[in-house]
């Protein structure tokens, strides 16, 4: 076991044995002892804190007022984040592997708007990227019981990916439809001015997000608006309705608890009087 | 038995036994005899009879021509209010309790606003707090059955509670990423005046609420808009559908028509060998 | 049998056995027999008819074309209900019941309104009633198996009264708090004018609707107006999205056909090995 | 078997069996060899550029400068789809029988628009028609197993088509008679010009989509409105809270905490009476 600590052992799996590299590692990247838990919770403070400062930054006259501030801070979370990005390259064994994968690529996009912002003009733009770095959190939270949670939603969703495609595929297609429909049917002058804003529109209506930025004044328009709503609606009003009849008439005929008293199978539909397994009369009801 | 009525007895738990307490205890805080009812009847018409007025007398045309006769009424609503909540703490055996409690703060803070008013100028927005009223209302409501189904509702949504959390994790993060992005394509021109004020827009259009106040001018936006509306319309709509599609497979297998050959009973479970009916085994299944 | 034929048993149920009244009651009121049904299908016409009719009359341009066509239209229809509702007067044994039943009001509400335009001036208003002339169609579709599926929902709905109090308890103590705090923070010149007008607002933006007529301009009122947009949007997402996650978790262990050796019992858990009805050791699976 | 290769059996089933005919009802018609697979994909990429042409063609700075570019693709894949078609007609046995079915009419209606542009003065607003062109994608989808999942859908929808005609009647319904009531509420100067206009706003608000271009002024047509939103968001949200409120009910009953004495399993279901995993006697209920 101990031969495990020796240089040559070390070679091997470096980081993840001894040395500062694996002092640092741990801290960094394990999240189970004393010291790992501190680094997470002050990652998310530092996170959190310069996606705060980036939200507020953009509000003018907290710009005008704490401009200054917000722009110390900046760099204090900026050159903090780049510290940290190097310790990660230097402390894991395969530096490529990690800043080829998602959360390397999230990382380095988390600081590299602020370094460019020094040399590039106009470069303003990019800041919003570190918008990003609320994903950076997700590293943190991928260790928590939560993850068991979102995984599970998650897995449903690929199961049912077929179904999700044909749901996607039909609102699509009924977009495009009645999209066209309404600009033919109303026109550049009520806002319709193309086929592609009419299908803007028409994901709007459908959706019952409704802005009315855009709305139809024709009657045959208004008409078929209403038949867009409706169907829209009932895409999410129909299958619970449907559902709930089910439960209902599920709940009607109720399942009894009678156990038979040859082979002992307990659970009989409410009319049985025979055990639908060996045959034998069921005993009467007592109640 | 008798004893338990003496002073001594009567000093231990005073207001549940005996005395003008006991019996104003039961009044009050009771709910069983006919007393009790009639004063949680009479506290529940006060409650909405004062809401009723504070709610009324925000409107200016009625408070221009009714103001002092609801005026009258907020001063006899609030005394009696104070009155009950002085009986309340008397009639208790331990008022600090009592005042500490979630019901007995609500209580306060159901007359302080009132009395406020008269020593202090501006403390108009405080009347806003007698809408808080409506919460003493629940005090009597706990004690009926519909209490449990509520319950119900609660632990439900409290054994769910790290679903929940990743569901509003999920939310808020595409609210962040989206609100940064359309802040950065839209800009200040289009109503997107800051990121706080886009993730506000982003709330209001996955939600598929929709106001309207501020809407995408730029293709990108609009094509932004699309996704962030189909995303939200989705969340809603997929499960539902995914749903109910199990559902339809379900019931395509769980019942089989294999009609008795001795009493016609057709519809049975796919299980079954022996008729439920008359006990007659069923025919073999051919397929 | 022929005796009931007399007058004397004539006299007991007269209009269900013989004469003209017994064969118009089986016009009017049967719907077994070709002259029913045909009765029926001509009623649902007129009324539907006539439904249209008062829709289109709305309608200035068409009121101006053909507004003396549709005011004959209209008496040709008043004129042929009121002699209906005459008919089932004198057809039917016990004229008040029928007067004082449910489709009865229904029945003279839906001529009322046209007839008393001819004696009161400003009576237009009364026209609208006539929209309720839809609630006739019920009296026959009451007939046919499709009300057997509004039964169910109905009854559905019936057994759920109390958690649909409940949830209509909380919507309402939310938008009452929720109003009456946006009164507040907003005020009347951000158009929440008096707080039934913001209980109206609450009430729009809760339910997803978001006309936008008014909209928060704060900071704070738009934070509110976050949360309670999220908490109507999670009280329909966040039930359909437990529910999927309870599906995906229930399919993963899913449920094994094994019939039992001893007993029968086929229905088991995937991991089960013992019968749990019997105790017998389960038959290896084979697949 | 050979013999069926002879012109007379060519003369039976021609197209299926032999010569240039064949050999093209197996590109065109067929999708399990190589050649009909890439004839399958290259339609669908035909397909999906002439609605892209179609679409983008609509927008106005977009057809100013690409408009040259954008008539010449259109005829090159309208005398493609036109090739295609009469390809069809020729190599099918029965050429009317494919032209009058669903398809054949897609495929006519594909290319039709196009070429009545050359004869016709004012067929511009034919062209939209080309947006049916989506259409023509699901001959090929039709084959895929994605079908299954919308048959399945479909056939829930068409087993459940009453409950879907008693939620549609059921609506139309409560849209006539709010849209006839806020008609005669607000009346024109607010927007509801005419009751066809307030149904079609009682559609847009009872769905919760809520435009906003015609809102209630009156208190009495906000209470209204207030009510119809609230029966409109009931729909969705009440079932989906009974079903969870049910799911949880369920839940708390159907599996109970009995440890198995031998191997410690505890989660049986509730009639298990032998631990499923050890096959031991469960200890006996204790409540």
Known sequence: MTSRRTPF?????????????????????GHEDAAGRR????LIIAILGSIAVAVFDSVAHAHAQYGKFFYT????????FTLEYVMRILVVDRPWRYIRS???VVDVLAVLPTWISLIAAGSQYLLVVRALRILRIFRILKLTRYVGEADLLWSTLIRARRKVLVFFSAILTLVLIFGALMYLIEGPEDGFTSIPTSMYWAIVTMTTVGFGDITPKTVLGKMLTSLIILIGYSIIAVPTGIFTAELAAGMRSKRKYRPCTQCGQADHEGDARYCRVCGMELPAENH
């Open 9 to 29: 052992a070390n070679e091997l799996s470096p980081a993840s044995q001894t040395g500062w590299r694996a002092h640092w590692f741990h801290i960094i990247f």
């Open 39 to 42: 680094f997470d919770v002050l």
């Open 73 to 80: 801070l900046e760099w204090v979370f900026t050159v903090a």
């Open 102 to 104: 998602f959360f390397g």
